[in-house]
């Protein structure tokens, strides 16, 4: 079975930092195309940004709120996939999800991020 | 960006009924499109991808159709464990999109 799990949530204030972690397994993670998505406290589903395969270029799009500010990598010998997220915001709060596309869509659970003096 | 556009917002319905959702796109997305439910508290989990292809283990009552700018997702007889928000996305060009959800509840 496929498992993504998300690690680096946490409290940062304004203007901080985080990386968050995506540790993948039970799929050809070389293949996948990795995305970082988002929800704030009782909100939709927000697409943060996504870093292709290696094969197909490897490159990276980010949506507009995000641009700039956070950056996606992966390293397939290790199956891992990161967002570094910095000049942190309020509106930044929510849960991060991991999700690999391939053939199909796989979610992991999801880490907390809260944004706050 | 492709703007994506889910009806009803909110849908109220009983264990039995068939129930539809409509999500339309901006502008077409050829059939890169798959439907989400949530739970409060939980993860999105995967129903369909590609507009109409049953994720495995996903119980034969939901089925995706559509193509282009119109998809639907029906259910064809509600059970209990279904009452919960539902949620497009276009995953034809980024930047990928959501459509803002439909909640499914009890009437």
């Known amino acids: 079975d496929v498992q993504l799990v998300e690690s680096g949530g946490g409290l940062t204030e304004p203007g901080g930092s985080l990386r968050l972690s995506c540790a993948a397994s039970g799929l050809t993670f070389s293949n996948a195309w990795m995305n970082w998505v988002r929800q704030a406290p009782g909100k939709g589903l927000e697409w943060v940004g996504r870093?292709?395969?290696?094969?197909?270029?490897?490159?990276?799009d980010y949506a507009a709120p995000v641009k700039g500010r956070f950056t996606i990598s992966r390293d397939d010998s290790r199956k891992t996939v990161w967002l570094q997220m910095d000049s942190l915001k309020t509106e930044d709060t929510g849960v991060y999800y991991c999700?690999?596309?391939?053939?199909?869509?796989?979610w992991g659970q999801g880490t907390l991020v809260t944004v706050s003096s | 960006d492709i703007q994506m556009t889910q009806s009803p917002s909110t849908l109220s319905a009983s264990v039995g009924d068939r129930v539809t959702i409509t999500c339309r796109a901006s502008q077409g997305v050829n059939s890169w499109l798959a439907w989400y439910q949530q739970k409060p508290g939980k993860a999105p989990k995967v129903l369909i991808c590609k507009a109409s292809t049953l994720e495995s283990g996903v119980p034969s009552r939901f089925s995706g159709s559509g193509s282009g700018t119109e998809f639907t997702l029906t259910i064809s007889s509600l059970q209990p464990d279904d009452f919960a928000t539902y949620y497009c996305?276009?995953?034809?060009?980024?930047?990928?999109?959501f459509g803002q959800g439909t909640k499914l509840e009890v009437k």
């Open positions: 996305q276009q995953y034809d060009s980024s930047p990928y999109t």
């Open positions: 999700a690999s596309h391939y053939t199909t869509w796989q």
């Open positions: 870093i292709k395969s290696r094969i197909d270029g490897g490159t990276t």
